[in-house]
C-alpha cells in the first residue's frame, strides 16, 4: 500500500548549477526551511514543503521510488532516465511538469573541428562519446545511422584526443569546452532546461492540495520572470 503522506518532499540539486536557483524559485513561491545541519534534508517552516538536496541524477530514481513527490532537474537528466526506464520495460512514474526557465543548455553532437560535416550520414560507423547512451541512441535508430555508442559518465568532450571516440555528444551551453577541445557542434538532439518534475498519477492525499498551491504560486513567479 502507498504510504499517506501530509508533507510534500521536493528534491533539488545539493549543489552545481541547478541547486542555487531552484532553492530561489521555491523561496520565491513561500516556501522557506529550518536547515538541518548536513543539510541533505530541510523542514518546510511556512508550508509543510520539504526539501531533499541530493545529486541531479539521483532525482528521477527519488521520485521513481516515491522518496520524494516533485523534483527539479535539466530534462536531460529527466528524459535520459525516463528512456531506460521505458528500455527496460518499466511504466513510467514521474513526467515534466513545469519548464523553469533557467539551466538552459542544448544536447549536441559534436565533430573534430577539421572534418568537413555532410550532415548525419557521416556518423556511420563512428564511435560517439556520451553521457546520455539512450538519448543518443533512439535518435540514432530514429535516423537510421548504425554507430557505436561509447558511454563516459564524465570528461566525455576529451575523448576524441585520447581515441576513444571519432565523436561526442553532450551538453553544450556557451560552446567553450567543445572549442578548447578542437570540436564542433553539428547537430542538436535535445534543447533542455530545468524542469519541474511530478508524478503521472494525482496523489490521493493532502499532496495533492499542497501541489496544487505550489504549482499556482510556481505559475505566477514564472509568468512575472518572463
Ligand atoms: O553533483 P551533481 O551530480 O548534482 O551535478 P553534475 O555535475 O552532474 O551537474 P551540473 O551541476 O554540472 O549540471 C546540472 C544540470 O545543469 C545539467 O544536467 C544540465 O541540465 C544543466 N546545464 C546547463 C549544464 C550546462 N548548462 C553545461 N554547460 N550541464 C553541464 N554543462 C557542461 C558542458 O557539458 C561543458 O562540459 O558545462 C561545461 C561548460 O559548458 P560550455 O558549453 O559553456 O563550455
Ligand atoms: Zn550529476
Redesign the pocket.
Known sequence: AKAVRDRLRIAI??????GDPSRALLTACGLDWRESRDRLFCYGESLPVDLLL????DIPGLLADGVCDLGI?????LDEQAAEREQAGVVPVAKELRALGF???RLDIAVPDDWDWQGPEQLRGCRIASSYPQLLRRWLAGQGIDAEVVMLSGS??IAPRLGQADAVC?????????AANQLKPVLTLLR???VLAGPVAPFADARAELMQLLLRRMDGVLRLRH
Not at 540539486?13 to 541547478?18: T, V
Not at 532537474?73 to 537528466?77: C, D, E, K, S
Open positions: 540539486q545539493k549543489s552545481g548549477r541547478l541530493v545529486r541531479d541524477d532537474v535539466g530534462r536531460n537528466v539551466g538552459g543548455c566525455v568532450e553532450d551538453l553544450v551551453s556557451s560552446g567553450a569546452t567543445l533542455s532546461e530545468a
